[in-house]
């Protein structure tokens, strides 16, 4: 069975993460790829991988993403966070964040964890 990956990242991070999944796009078209909406967007207009879009962040997608790593269908997640912005929607990115933690699902929120994350599958 292959592995999935929600993929999900802030409105000044979304290029850098697009760039990133540029960068490994190789193995990331070995998993099932989940994204927020519009991060979602701007990854498969810079890379043609096959995602499986959900709703915008502040609109359930993160909240989806959460569902999926109770539910056990969700291997890793890579959320690049803006962590010099606040955000309206900060309770569910924390809900997010929180549910990886305590369902002890590989998170990475920058590039270097992004990087350690991917090398574990």
């Excluded at 960068?23 to 099932?32: Q, S, Y």
């Excluded at 701007?42 to 043609?48: D, K, R």
């Excluded at 959320?79 to 699902?105: E, G, N, Q, S, W």
């Amino acid at each position: 069975m292959k592995k999935s990956i929600g993929l999900v990242a802030h409105d000044d991070k979304k290029e850098l993460l697009a760039q990133w999944c540029a960068n490994h796009r190789e193995k990331l078209a070995e998993f099932d790829l989940y994204a927020t909406g519009t991060t979602g967007a701007h990854i498969v207009e810079e890379t043609e991988l096959s995602i499986t879009l959900l709703k915008s962040g502040p609109l359930g997608g993160d909240a989806q993403l959460g569902a999926m790593i109770v539910e056990n269908k969700l291997d890793g997640l890579i959320f690049f966070i803006d962590a010099l912005t606040a955000m309206p929607h900060d309770v569910d990115v924390k809900a997010l964040i929180r549910l990886a933690t305590l369902y002890d699902v590989p998170f990475a929120c920058n590039r270097s964890t992004a990087n350690a994350v991917l090398g574990l599958f």
